[in-house]
Nanobody, 127 residues
Framework: HVQLVESGGGSVQAGGSLRLSCAASGDTDSSYCMGWFRQAPGKEREGVAAVSGGGGTTYYADFVKGRFTISRDNAKNALYLQMNSLKPEDTAMYYC?????????????????????WGQGTQVTVS
């Protein structure tokens, strides 16, 4: 079993930046595809970004391309999401997730049902 704990959320003004972190523990495997999802009140949980097990391949939702950067440090069992140029519509609970595959795959990286492990989330509010 894998435990994921997110941190780094908070309140920020539009145009500002935040860096989210996700710490993995338990039966971790640095070869897991990992991703960030978000869910705003009344909306479906949606994929934001994902990164392959080795960190060499990344995927982004169109609405964050050029603003967010996903990265990982396998030595630290950590996943990150650097968020720049934040907009009010980025306000949501952000979740870290992991799937037991090395590759995330372009056709399925953003499918929430493809991820077996989830954190509890960290709130991001942009005003």
């Amino acid at each position: 079993h894998v435990q994921l704990v997110e941190s780094g959320g908070g309140s920020v003004q539009a145009g500002g930046s935040l860096r989210l972190s996700c710490a993995a523990s338990g039966d971790t495997d640095s070869s897991y595809c990992m991703g960030w999802f978000r869910q705003a009140p009344g909306k479906e949980r949606e994929g934001v970004a994902a990164v392959s097990g080795g960190g060499g391949t990344t995927y982004y939702a169109d609405f964050v391309k050029g603003r967010f950067t996903i990265s990982r440090d396998n030595a630290k069992n950590a996943l990150y999401l650097q968020m720049n140029s934040l907009k009010p519509e980025d306000t949501a609970m952000y979740y870290c997730a992991a799937r037991a595959l090395y590759h995330c795959y372009s056709a399925s990286w953003n499918g929430r049902g493809n991820y077996a492990y989830w954190g509890q989330g960290t709130q991001v509010t942009v005003s």
